[in-house]
């Protein structure tokens, strides 16, 4: 079966630093994308990685590694706005994303 | 531009009822999908189409059927709904560097 594996909650506090993990097993892979959810509202794109390593996009940053069938997501200078869910999703053979459960991440003052 | 149009955003079908979510895109991208998204689920893929007359079935594709017959456009069909469908649906269509742009949602309720 195919399936990404990420913490359900993640708590932090306005400023702070906070990684969202995902770890996945998936045929096909292709490169692990991240979104955002914010209450009611529809999943927006942050970032992609196709290759090994970090992406930066300003506050945020992701990094896969494909010999660890791991990645995750990096938020800095946490701010109020950034309270929403996140989602890792395997991009497979260029065609169909598959999604992680989420991590909705609270951020407190 | 519009991006992902989704309609109705909200319907409420009693169970055995037939209707049918329409998505339409215009950004000319040849790849589109359809998810449901349900409380601890996360966005799980129904049916997908890499472009005008090809679709494919997703992760949960029982209960709904799907066509493609232009590049804009691809409705989902539920052809007998049932209370396990109540769910959001998200309709999304994908660039070619692989980013995937969502509609509003649909929230169906089937009682």
């Known amino acids: 079966g195919q399936s990404l594996e990420q913490p359900s909650e993640v708590t932090a506090v306005e400023g702070a630093i906070v990684q969202i993990n995902c770890t996945y097993q998936?045929?096909?892979?292709?490169?692990l994308s991240w979104y955002q959810q914010h209450d009611g509202g529809a999943p927006t794109f942050l970032s992609y990685n196709g290759l090994d390593g970090l992406e930066e996009t300003g506050r945020f940053s992701s990094f896969l590694s494909r010999s660890d069938s791991y990645g995750y997501l990096l938020l800095q200078e946490l701010q109020m706005k950034d309270s929403a869910s996140y989602f890792c999703?395997?991009?497979?053979?260029?065609?169909?994303?598959?999604f992680g459960k989420g991590t909705t991440l609270s951020v407190s003052s | 531009n519009a991006g992902v149009t989704q309609t109705p955003k909200f319907q409420v079908l009693k169970t055995g009822q037939s209707m049918t979510l329409q998505c339409a895109q215009d950004?000319?991208?040849?790849?589109m999908s359809w998810y449901r998204q349900d409380p601890g689920m996360g966005l799980r893929l129904i049916h997908y189409s890499v472009g005008a007359g090809i679709t494919d079935q997703g992760e949960v594709p029982n209960g709904y059927n799907v066509s493609r017959s232009t590049t804009e456009d691809f409705p989902l069909r539920l052809l007998s709904a049932a209370p396990s469908q109540t769910s959001v649906y998200f309709c999304?269509?994908?660039?070619?560097?692989?980013?995937?742009?969502f509609g509003e949602g649909s929230r169906l309720t089937v009682l």
């Open positions: 998936t045929s096909g892979f292709y490169g």
């Open positions: 999703a395997s991009n497979q053979a260029g065609t169909a994303l598959i």
């Open positions: 999304a269509s994908k660039t070619g560097t692989g980013e995937l742009f």
């Open positions: 950004m000319n991208h040849e790849y």
